[in-house]
């Protein structure tokens, strides 16, 4: 039997659902998040907060006799617009911004210079605008733009700068061109932006650390998540009473 874990990162904490092969609930898990400073949120404490229910979720699962090495597929969603700059070992070098955070006219005054009419990164709520904020905060030389969900699947595989069509649309991807638009450089560094893959690609296998210190299989395999909207839409409806 093999398995395929599901992580949740939504605002109030973090849940996983662990299914089978006939998307079958067999175990479910929670975790709180960790006290944040509203001012100068940390993303690590994402992680810590991730870490404390996978360990619930081994704990469930064993207690209810199935091995956790089975799951061999696993995917995260995160909340659409939040976001960190990190460094190449996976270091948060800014604070994280949430997806509610607003107040960044100055930066959406220079979107709109470049950007077409209409274009979803207008505003002063854009997810680009809040990339930009964050590397003028940002306290050492970043490596890559993560979204919430790309800092813990980066997290799971030590393999950073990968993202999905979901929460990379505000953030100023292109579905239809499979690109980030050129004038996109004229603002933001494009050499941070995520590679961009449809939701479900395999993109790594599980690190060996996290692996070893779950029980997980070291031959498990993140694919590219989602939001946690488009997540909530495409589960099926009895999932979204259980999470209620």
Known sequence: MTLGLGIDIGTSGVRTAVVNSARAVLSMARAPHLPQDPDHMDASLWWEAVKTCLGHQVEA????GIDPATIDRIAVDGTSG?????????????PALMYNSKGFEAEAAVIDAVAPAGHITRGSNSALARAMRLRER???APAH?????????????????CSDHNNALKTGFDPETESWPDW?????D???????????TPFAPLSRAVADQFGLSREAVVCVGTTDSIAAFLGPPRWNRVWR
């Open 138 to 140: 940002a306290k050492a």
């Open 184 to 188: 996109i450089d004229a603002v933001f």
């Open 145 to 161: 733009l993560l979204h919430q969900a790309d800092f813990v699947a980066a997290k799971l595989t030590a393999h950073p700068g």
């Open 61 to 64: 699962l064993r207690s209810a």
């Open 82 to 94: 939040s976001m960190v700059l990190v460094d190449g070992n996976i270091d948060p070098v800014s």
């Open 190 to 200: 494009a050499e941070l932006l995520p590679e961009v893959l449809p939701v479900g």
